[in-house]
């Protein structure tokens, strides 16, 4: 038994020296002593002090003068085929219940399932087409505006949903152009409030990402 207990421990001898120094060996009462949480004592069981694997906040590999958050060009994808799938789905259901209710008298067969669907894909592209060009208009002038002033707050924001509002409605004259201002800035204003109800509230705890 001897032996084979000074055979073991040459053999885990000779395998600590082998990978990196040999360990420390630690008899049962000082491993006793060990507190299992905390993470603050060097652990018996690994040669790196566990302090160094405690984060206490984020850490991400930025590009060099990066920002932690993305801006509106980055966001400007994200929004522009969000707002494309939304209209299409929008749409979709829209000309599938007017394809129902101008098909209700016809009794279900091949014409009537081909105009239900003829109503769903023009009624879907049509609706995706019209939030995707507002969209469009909506980050573009966002990332212009941001340019020209230099910095990224919520005036930007209701600048923006203003002037893509004025523009969408342009093409019905000067009133309609007014009236399609004044919806975009309803929007852009009720969203930027949105952004800053915590703050506005009070609340301690706030986003640290916003989507502009």
Same mark, same amino acid.
């Given at each position: 038994?001897?032996?084979?207990?000074?055979?073991?421990?040459?053999?885990?001898?000779?395998?600590?020296?082998?990978?990196?120094?040999?360990?420390?060996?630690? *008899?049962?009462?000082?491993?006793?002593?060990?507190?299992?949480?905390?993470?603050?004592?060097?652990?018996?069981?690994?040669?790196?002090?566990?302090?160094?694997?405690?984060?206490?906040?984020?850490?991400?590999?930025?590009?060099?003068?990066?920002?932690?958050?993305?801006?509106?060009?980055?966001?400007?994808?994200?929004?522009?085929?969000?707002?494309?799938?939304?209209?299409?789905?929008?749409?979709?259901?829209?000309?599938?219940?007017?394809?129902?209710?101008?098909?209700?008298?016809? #009794?279900?067969?091949?014409?009537?399932?081909?105009?239900?669907?003829?109503?769903?894909?023009?009624?879907?592209?049509?609706?995706?087409?019209?939030?995707?060009?507002?969209?469009?208009?909506?980050? #573009?002038?966002?990332?212009?505006?941001?340019?020209?002033?230099?910095?990224?707050?919520?005036?930007?924001?209701?600048?923006?949903?203003?002037?893509?509002?004025?523009?969408?409605?342009?093409?019905?004259?000067?009133?309609?152009?007014?009236?399609?201002?004044?919806?975009?800035?309803?929007?852009?204003?009720?969203?930027?409030?949105?952004?800053?109800?915590?703050?506005?509230?009070?609340?301690?705890?706030?986003? *640290?990402?916003?989507?502009?």
């Amino acid at each position: 038994m001897d032996n084979n207990s000074q055979g073991s421990g040459g053999f885990k001898g000779g395998l600590g020296g082998l990978f990196g120094g040999g360990a420390p060996e630690y *008899s049962n009462t000082e491993l006793a002593g060990v507190p299992l949480t905390g993470m603050s004592p060097l652990s018996p069981y690994l040669n790196v002090d566990p302090r160094y694997l405690v984060q206490d906040t984020d850490e991400f590999i930025l590009p060099t003068g990066a920002n932690k958050i993305r801006g509106r060009f980055e966001l400007a994808f994200f929004t522009i085929g969000g707002s494309c799938m939304t209209g299409a789905t929008l749409g979709a259901l829209n000309g599938l219940r007017m394809g129902l209710k101008e098909t209700r008298d016809m #009794a279900w067969s091949k014409p009537r399932n081909v105009q239900i669907l003829n109503m769903v894909t023009r009624q879907g592209a049509s609706w995706a087409n019209s939030l995707g060009s507002v969209a469009l208009l909506y980050s #573009a002038f966002g990332v212009a505006i941001e340019k020209a002033r230099g910095a990224e707050d919520d005036i930007n924001t209701v600048a923006a949903g203003t002037l893509t509002g004025m523009l969408f409605k342009s093409s019905g004259g000067l009133r309609s152009a007014a009236r399609g201002g004044l919806v975009g800035l309803a929007v852009s204003g009720a969203y930027a409030l949105y952004n800053n109800w915590e703050h506005l509230t009070g609340s301690s705890s706030s986003s *640290s990402t916003r989507l502009y």
